[in-house]
C-alpha cells in the first residue's frame, strides 16, 4: 500500500514539475534576454539599439530550434528588421513605417481627411478617403489624432510598435448642450433636443428588445406615449391618436403607406436612414397635415460619403444596400428588400401569418358551439429606394430621391363549419410610390435656401368576398399628392436667427365602392390645393441656459377660402445643472383622413381608405396640445416628466373605427387626453437600464349620441414598460417586457337581439367603450454581434424573440350577428405568438 502511495505520489509530482517548466515556458520576456541566450548559445552576436528593441517582450522560443528557426519566430512576433550579415554577426532594426487605418467606433466606417499630427513636426499626416494612413517611426512617440465630429486622441508608438499594422477608433463627438439635452436615450442613437423633438440615428442605433435591426417605427414604440394598441405599425397611437393624424415624411416626400405585412413590418428599409426626426408636441411651423405627430425620415447625408454595400436578410426577407461613389462630389445610393413569404415558410414567417391570417374562432355566446375558419395565401412584398447626391461648386447641393413600396396578396377563406364547405377568394394590393428633388444653396455663412419638389401615389386595390355570406366588396382607393416648399434660413447674430418660407400642396382622392348585395356603387373624386406661408424665429442664449423657437403657420384652403392660423412655440431652460424645464405647445390642422365605410371581416387587415375633408360633413381636424416637462440629468441617472393635454376636434365616428353600435353611424365629435409620461434611466459603463410609465386618460365627446362622453378606442390608462441592455465592444444583449392595461370594449347588453326589424337584427350593446379587454404583457429579448473580417468588411448576426412567455394576449374584441341561427358571435384577435428571427449582414 505505501508502494502504491508513493508511486502516485511519485507520478504527481513529475506531473506538476512537467506542468510548471511549461508554465515558465509561457512567461514573456524583454527580448533584449532573449537575444543574450541566443547569443550564448550559437556563438553570434546581435548588434542593435536599445530603443528599438525595448519595447518587446516574447516568449522564448524553444531552445531546441535551429538559429534559422528561431530569428524565423522573432520576425513573425515582431515588427523588427532581422539581417544576417556573416555567421557570426546578425543586425536588428526597427521598421521605418508603420501604417493603418482609422475608423468610426460606432458604425466602424473609414475614416479620411484625419489629421495626425506630431508636435514637433511642420507638416500633418492625413488619412486617405478609405481610413488608410502611414508614417515613420522616426517622428514623436506622442500623436495627436483629430479630425471633425469626433474626439481628439492621443496614441504613443511605444503602444503601438509591436506590430507594423494598427486599427485606429474615433469616438463621435456628442452634440453640444446647444443642441442636445439628453443622448443616448433608452439607448445608443437616440436623442433628445432642446426642441422637444427625438432623434434617432439608426447607423449609430445600440440595441432594444425584441429588435434585431434598428426598425424606424418599431423602435419609436419604446419612448412614452408612443404604442400601437393592435401590435402593428400601421396603427400606431401617439399620445391618444390615430394613426392617419400622424404625418410620415421620407425625404420630404409623405407616405401614405407605412408598413408591409399588413403593419407587423415597416415599409422603411433600416439600412437606410441617417437621421429620423419624433415631434409628439412642438413641431416646427414647416409641418402640417397632421394634428398628432410627425415622423420625418431623412436619409441624406451631410457629405459625400465613401462607396459601401451591405447584403443581408432575416427569416422573412432580404435586403441589399449600396451607396457608390461616383466623383469627389457625387454618388449613387440604391437599395431593395424583398420577402420570401411566397416561396419558403420561414418559423417567423409561420408565427406573423397566424397572427394577421389567424384562424378565427367565432364563439356563440348562446350554445358555446366553435366555428372554425380556414384559410391559405400567396403573399409578397418588396420595397426600394434610389438616391442621387451632387455637390455643385461650394455653394450648391442637389439630391433626387425614388422610393417605391409594395404588398400582394391573393387570400382564399374555407368554411368547415357546415357539411357544404364554403370557399371564398380575395385578393389586395397596396402601393405607394413617390419622388423628390431637393436643391440647397448657402448663400453665405449666414444664409441658406432650400428647395422641395416632391410627388407621390398611393393605391389600394381590394376585393373581398365575405365568407359567411354572398357579399363581394370591390374596393379601390387612389391618392395623388404633390407640392414644393420653399425654407430659407438666415442667422441674425449669435443668439437669434430667422427662417421662413412657402409651402404648395395639391391631393387628389379618389374612391369606388361596389358590393353586390346589398347592390352599392359609389364612385368619388376630390381634389384640394391648399398654400401655407411660414415665419419662424429662434433664440438660443449665449451660456445655453435658454432656448426659445417660436413659429407661425398661415394655410389657405383654397377649395373653401378659409385661412387656418396655427401657432407653434418650443421653450428650454435650464433651471440648474442637473435640471431643466421644458414647455411646447401647437395648434395644428389636417385636410385628409381616413375613413372605415363598411367593416368587412377581412381578418384585421388593410380596411380603412384616404378621404378629403369637404368641411361639412367630413369636417377639417383640429388639434390644441400644451405640455409642461422637466428632464433631470447627473452623471449617468436621467428622469424625465411630462405632463400634457390634447384636445382634437372634427372626428367622426366613421374615421375612429368603431364596431359596436356607432359603426354605421356618423356623428361628429372630439376626443380629449390628458396623460403624464414618466421615464427613469441608469448606465453603469456597458450596462443600460431604464422604466417608463405613461398614464392617460382619453375620452370621447359626441353630442349627438347619449351618453356624449366616454373611453376612447384607444384609451390605455396605464403602461409599463422597461428594459436593460449590455454593449461590450461588439456584443450587444437587451431583455425587456411591456404591460398595459386593458384597453376599452362595448359588450352586449344580453345575448337577445333587438328584432325591430326582421330581416336586420341587431345587437342590444351597453354604453359605448364600458368594458375593458385583460392587461396586457410581453417579454422580448434580442441579441447581437459584429465581427471586422477585415479592415474594410464586416459580418453582423442577431438574433430575436418576441413573446418569450409565449403569452395570449387579446389585442380586439368585437360582437357580430350570425343570420344562420340569429345569434350572437364574439370574434378575437390574439397577440403575435412567441416568434424568433435571425438577421445576417454582410458589410462591405
Same mark, same amino acid.
Given at each position: 500500500?505505501?508502494?502504491?502511495?508513493?508511486?502516485?505520489?511519485?507520478?504527481?509530482?513529475?506531473?506538476?514539475?512537467?506542468?510548471?517548466?511549461?508554465?515558465?515556458?509561457?512567461?514573456?520576456?524583454?527580448?533584449?534576454?532573449?537575444?543574450?541566450?541566443?547569443?550564448?548559445?550559437?556563438?553570434?552576436?546581435?548588434?542593435?539599439?536599445?530603443?528599438?528593441?525595448?519595447?518587446?517582450?516574447?516568449?522564448?522560443?524553444?531552445?531546441?530550434?535551429?538559429?534559422?528557426?528561431?530569428?524565423?519566430?522573432?520576425?513573425?512576433?515582431?515588427?523588427?528588421?532581422?539581417?544576417?550579415?556573416?555567421?557570426?554577426?546578425?543586425?536588428?532594426?526597427?521598421?521605418?513605417?508603420?501604417?493603418?487605418?482609422?475608423?468610426?467606433?460606432?458604425?466602424?466606417?473609414?475614416?479620411?481627411?484625419?489629421?495626425?499630427?506630431?508636435?514637433?513636426?511642420?507638416?500633418?499626416?492625413?488619412?486617405?478617403?478609405?481610413?488608410?494612413?502611414?508614417?515613420?517611426?522616426?517622428?514623436?512617440?506622442?500623436?495627436?489624432?483629430?479630425?471633425?465630429?469626433?474626439?481628439?486622441?492621443? !496614441?504613443?508608438?511605444?503602444?503601438?510598435?509591436?506590430?507594423?499594422?494598427?486599427? /485606429?477608433?474615433?469616438?463621435?463627438?456628442?452634440?453640444?448642450?446647444?443642441?442636445?439635452?439628453?443622448?443616448?436615450?433608452?439607448?445608443?442613437?437616440?436623442?433628445?433636443?432642446?426642441?422637444?423633438?427625438?432623434?434617432?440615428?439608426?447607423?449609430?442605433?445600440?440595441?432594444?428588445?425584441?429588435?434585431?435591426?434598428?426598425?424606424?417605427?418599431?423602435?419609436?414604440? &419604446? *419612448?412614452?406615449?408612443?404604442?400601437?394598441?393592435?401590435?402593428?405599425?400601421?396603427?400606431?397611437?401617439?399620445?391618444?391618436?390615430?394613426?392617419?393624424?400622424?404625418?410620415?415624411?421620407?425625404?420630404?416626400?409623405?407616405?401614405?403607406?407605412?408598413?408591409?405585412?399588413?403593419?407587423?413590418?415597416?415599409?422603411?428599409?433600416?439600412?437606410?436612414?441617417?437621421?429620423?426626426? *419624433?415631434?409628439?408636441?412642438?413641431?416646427?411651423?414647416?409641418?402640417?397635415?397632421?394634428?398628432?405627430?410627425?415622423?420625418? !425620415?431623412?436619409?441624406?447625408?451631410?457629405?459625400?460619403?465613401?462607396?459601401?454595400?451591405?447584403?443581408?436578410?432575416?427569416?422573412?426577407?432580404?435586403?441589399?444596400?449600396?451607396?457608390?461613389?461616383?466623383?469627389?462630389?457625387?454618388? $449613387?445610393?440604391?437599395?431593395?428588400?424583398?420577402?420570401?413569404?411566397?416561396?419558403?415558410?420561414?418559423?417567423?414567417?409561420?408565427?406573423?401569418?397566424?397572427?394577421?391570417?389567424?384562424?378565427? !374562432?367565432?364563439?356563440?355566446?348562446?350554445?358555446?358551439?366553435?366555428?372554425?375558419?380556414?384559410?391559405?395565401?400567396?403573399?409578397?412584398?418588396?420595397?426600394?429606394?434610389?438616391?442621387?447626391?451632387?455637390?455643385?461648386?461650394?455653394?450648391?447641393?442637389?439630391?433626387?430621391?425614388?422610393?417605391?413600396?409594395?404588398?400582394?396578396? #391573393?387570400?382564399?377563406?374555407?368554411?368547415?363549419?357546415?357539411?357544404?364547405?364554403?370557399?371564398?377568394?380575395?385578393?389586395?394590393? &397596396?402601393?405607394?410610390?413617390?419622388?423628390?428633388?431637393?436643391?440647397?444653396?448657402?448663400?453665405?455663412?449666414?444664409?441658406?435656401?432650400?428647395?422641395?419638389?416632391?410627388?407621390?401615389?398611393?393605391?389600394?386595390?381590394?376585393?373581398?368576398?365575405? $365568407?359567411?355570406?354572398?357579399?363581394?366588396?370591390?374596393?379601390?382607393?387612389?391618392?395623388?399628392?404633390?407640392?414644393?416648399?420653399?425654407?430659407? &434660413?438666415?442667422?441674425?447674430? #449669435?443668439?437669434?436667427?430667422?427662417?421662413?418660407?412657402? &409651402?404648395?400642396?395639391?391631393?387628389?382622392?379618389?374612391? *369606388?365602392?361596389?358590393?353586390?348585395?346589398?347592390?352599392?356603387?359609389?364612385?368619388?373624386?376630390? +381634389?384640394?390645393?391648399?398654400?401655407?406661408?411660414?415665419?419662424?424665429?429662434?433664440?438660443?442664449?449665449?451660456?445655453?441656459?435658454?432656448?426659445?423657437?417660436?413659429?407661425?403657420?398661415?394655410?389657405?384652403?383654397?377649395?373653401?377660402?378659409?385661412?387656418?392660423?396655427?401657432?407653434?412655440?418650443?421653450?428650454?431652460?435650464?433651471?440648474?445643472?442637473?435640471?431643466?424645464?421644458?414647455?411646447?405647445?401647437?395648434?395644428?390642422?389636417?385636410?385628409?383622413?381616413?375613413?372605415?365605410?363598411?367593416?368587412?371581416?377581412?381578418?384585421?387587415?388593410?380596411?380603412?381608405?384616404?378621404?378629403?375633408?369637404?368641411?361639412?360633413?367630413?369636417?377639417?381636424?383640429? =388639434?390644441?396640445?400644451?405640455?409642461?416637462?422637466?428632464?433631470?440629468?447627473?452623471?449617468?441617472?436621467? /428622469?424625465?416628466?411630462?405632463?400634457?393635454?390634447?384636445?382634437?376636434?372634427? /372626428?367622426?365616428?366613421?374615421?375612429?373605427?368603431?364596431?359596436?353600435?356607432?359603426?354605421?353611424?356618423?356623428?361628429?365629435?372630439?376626443?380629449?387626453?390628458?396623460?403624464?409620461?414618466?421615464?427613469?434611466?441608469?448606465?453603469?459603463?456597458?450596462?443600460?437600464?431604464?422604466?417608463?410609465?405613461?398614464?392617460?386618460?382619453?375620452?370621447?365627446?359626441?353630442?349627438?349620441?347619449?351618453?356624449?362622453?366616454?373611453?376612447?378606442? +384607444?384609451?390605455?390608462?396605464?403602461?409599463?414598460?422597461?428594459?436593460?441592455?449590455?454593449?461590450?465592444?461588439?456584443?450587444?444583449?437587451?431583455?425587456?417586457?411591456?404591460?398595459?392595461?386593458?384597453?376599452?370594449?362595448?359588450?352586449?347588453?344580453?345575448?337577445?337581439?333587438?328584432?325591430?326589424?326582421?330581416?336586420?337584427?341587431?345587437?342590444?350593446?351597453?354604453?359605448?367603450?364600458?368594458?375593458?379587454?385583460?392587461?396586457?404583457?410581453?417579454?422580448?429579448?434580442?441579441?447581437?454581434?459584429?465581427?471586422?473580417?477585415? =479592415?474594410?468588411?464586416?459580418?453582423? *448576426?442577431? +438574433?430575436?424573440?418576441?413573446?418569450?412567455?409565449?403569452?395570449?394576449?387579446?389585442?380586439?374584441?368585437?360582437?357580430?350577428?350570425?343570420?344562420?341561427?340569429?345569434?350572437?358571435?364574439?370574434?378575437?384577435?390574439?397577440?403575435?405568438?412567441?416568434?424568433?428571427?435571425?438577421?445576417?449582414?454582410?458589410? !462591405?
Amino acid at each position: 500500500m505505501t508502494i502504491k502511495v508513493f508511486k502516485y505520489f511519485l507520478l504527481f509530482f513529475i506531473v506538476s514539475l512537467s506542468t510548471f517548466s511549461q508554465e515558465r515556458n509561457t512567461l514573456k520576456i524583454p527580448l533584449k534576454d532573449i537575444l543574450t541566450t541566443i547569443s550564448n548559445q550559437h556563438e553570434v552576436g546581435f548588434s542593435y539599439i536599445d530603443e528599438d528593441i525595448s519595447v518587446f517582450k516574447l516568449i522564448p522560443p524553444n531552445s531546441k530550434l535551429s538559429l534559422k528557426q528561431k530569428l524565423t519566430y522573432l520576425r513573425k512576433n515582431t515588427s523588427l528588421f532581422i539581417n544576417i550579415l556573416d555567421e557570426k554577426h546578425i543586425t536588428i532594426s526597427s521598421k521605418k513605417t508603420l501604417y493603418g487605418y482609422v475608423f468610426d467606433k460606432e458604425t466602424n466606417k473609414p475614416l479620411g481627411n484625419v489629421t495626425f499630427k506630431n508636435p514637433n513636426e511642420a507638416l500633418p499626416i492625413i488619412s486617405q478617403e478609405n481610413g488608410y494612413f502611414e508614417f515613420t517611426k522616426s517622428i514623436s512617440s506622442a500623436i495627436v489624432i483629430s479630425c471633425i465630429g469626433y474626439a481628439t486622441k492621443t !496614441i504613443t508608438i511605444k503602444n503601438i510598435l509591436q506590430q507594423n499594422f494598427t486599427n /485606429i477608433y474615433l469616438d463621435p463627438v456628442i452634440e453640444t448642450l446647444s443642441e442636445v439635452v439628453v443622448s443616448n436615450y433608452l439607448t445608443t442613437g437616440i436623442s433628445k433636443k432642446l426642441s422637444g423633438l427625438y432623434e434617432v440615428k439608426p447607423k449609430k442605433f445600440g440595441i432594444l428588445p425584441g429588435l434585431i435591426e434598428p426598425d424606424i417605427l418599431q423602435t419609436i414604440q &419604446q *419612448i412614452p406615449g408612443i404604442n400601437s394598441p393592435d401590435e402593428t405599425i400601421s396603427n400606431i397611437s401617439v399620445r391618444g391618436g390615430t394613426h392617419d393624424q400622424n404625418l410620415f415624411l421620407w425625404n420630404g416626400i409623405r407616405m401614405f403607406q407605412t408598413g408591409h405585412f399588413f403593419g407587423l413590418i415597416s415599409a422603411f428599409n433600416p439600412s437606410l436612414a441617417h437621421t429620423i426626426k *419624433i415631434y409628439k408636441n412642438g413641431s416646427s411651423a414647416f409641418y402640417g397635415e397632421s394634428v398628432s405627430s410627425v415622423i420625418d !425620415i431623412s436619409t441624406h447625408p451631410k457629405e459625400v460619403e465613401s462607396s459601401n454595400t451591405n447584403i443581408g436578410g432575416n427569416l422573412i426577407s432580404t435586403d441589399f444596400y449600396s451607396k457608390i461613389k461616383t466623383s469627389s462630389t457625387s454618388s $449613387i445610393e440604391i437599395s431593395g428588400r424583398r420577402s420570401f413569404t411566397d416561396l419558403i415558410s420561414s418559423p417567423t414567417y409561420k408565427k406573423y401569418y397566424n397572427r394577421v391570417f389567424q384562424n378565427t !374562432i367565432v364563439t356563440n355566446l348562446n350554445s358555446n358551439n366553435i366555428i372554425n375558419y380556414k384559410s391559405s395565401e400567396d403573399f409578397y412584398f418588396y420595397d426600394f429606394t434610389t438616391q442621387f447626391q451632387k455637390k455643385i461648386g461650394h455653394k450648391n447641393e442637389l439630391i433626387i430621391d425614388l422610393i417605391g413600396i409594395n404588398n400582394q396578396l #391573393a387570400f382564399t377563406q374555407n368554411s368547415i363549419a357546415s357539411q357544404t364547405p364554403i370557399s371564398k377568394n380575395s385578393n389586395l394590393s &397596396q402601393l405607394n410610390f413617390g419622388g423628390s428633388l431637393h436643391w440647397k444653396t448657402n448663400w453665405n455663412e449666414k444664409n441658406s435656401t432650400q428647395f422641395n419638389f416632391y410627388g407621390t401615389t398611393y393605391k389600394l386595390n381590394s376585393t373581398n368576398q365575405a $365568407i359567411e355570406s354572398n357579399q363581394t366588396l370591390d374596393q379601390q382607393n387612389g391618392v395623388f399628392d404633390m407640392g414644393f416648399r420653399v425654407e430659407n &434660413q438666415y442667422k441674425l447674430n #449669435a443668439v437669434f436667427s430667422f427662417n421662413n418660407g412657402y &409651402q404648395y400642396n395639391k391631393i387628389v382622392v379618389s374612391n *369606388i365602392d361596389q358590393t353586390n348585395f346589398p347592390s352599392f356603387y359609389r364612385k368619388s373624386k376630390e +381634389v384640394q390645393e391648399n398654400h401655407a406661408l411660414i415665419l419662424e424665429t429662434q433664440y438660443n442664449s449665449i451660456n445655453n441656459a435658454t432656448f426659445l423657437k417660436s413659429g407661425i403657420r398661415i394655410n389657405y384652403l383654397e377649395k373653401f377660402n378659409k385661412f387656418i392660423v396655427e401657432p407653434r412655440i418650443q421653450l428650454n431652460h435650464k433651471l440648474s445643472n442637473t435640471l431643466n424645464l421644458e414647455i411646447l405647445a401647437e395648434l395644428k390642422s389636417q385636410t385628409s383622413s381616413q375613413i372605415i365605410d363598411l367593416q368587412q371581416d377581412f381578418l384585421g387587415l388593410e380596411k380603412r381608405r384616404w378621404t378629403l375633408t369637404n368641411d361639412g360633413t367630413i369636417p377639417i381636424q383640429k =388639434s390644441q396640445q400644451l405640455s409642461l416637462g422637466f428632464t433631470y440629468k447627473n452623471k449617468k441617472w436621467l /428622469i424625465t416628466l411630462d405632463n400634457y393635454y390634447k384636445r382634437v376636434t372634427g /372626428i367622426t365616428s366613421s374615421d375612429q373605427g368603431f364596431q359596436n353600435q356607432l359603426e354605421f353611424t356618423n356623428i361628429y365629435g372630439e376626443y380629449t387626453i390628458c396623460g403624464t409620461e414618466f421615464l427613469i434611466q441608469k448606465n453603469f459603463n456597458h450596462f443600460h437600464t431604464w422604466l417608463s410609465y405613461t398614464f392617460n386618460d382619453n375620452n370621447y365627446s359626441f353630442k349627438e349620441y347619449q351618453p356624449n362622453v366616454f373611453p376612447n378606442n +384607444v384609451d390605455i390608462a396605464h403602461t409599463f414598460s422597461w428594459a436593460g441592455s449590455y454593449e461590450w465592444n461588439n456584443l450587444k444583449i437587451a431583455l425587456g417586457s411591456k404591460w398595459h392595461s386593458g384597453k376599452p370594449t362595448t359588450i352586449p347588453l344580453n345575448n337577445n337581439l333587438v328584432s325591430d326589424y326582421p330581416y336586420s337584427p341587431k345587437i342590444n350593446y351597453n354604453n359605448p367603450n364600458s368594458g375593458r379587454l385583460n392587461d396586457y404583457f410581453q417579454l422580448n429579448f434580442s441579441a447581437s454581434q459584429n465581427w471586422d473580417l477585415n =479592415s474594410k468588411t464586416k459580418l453582423s *448576426i442577431g +438574433v430575436s424573440i418576441l413573446n418569450i412567455l409565449n403569452k395570449k394576449n387579446i389585442l380586439n374584441r368585437y360582437y357580430r350577428v350570425n343570420t344562420t341561427n340569429n345569434s350572437i358571435e364574439s370574434i378575437d384577435t390574439y397577440s403575435l405568438e412567441r416568434t424568433p428571427n435571425l438577421s445576417i449582414k454582410l458589410s !462591405i
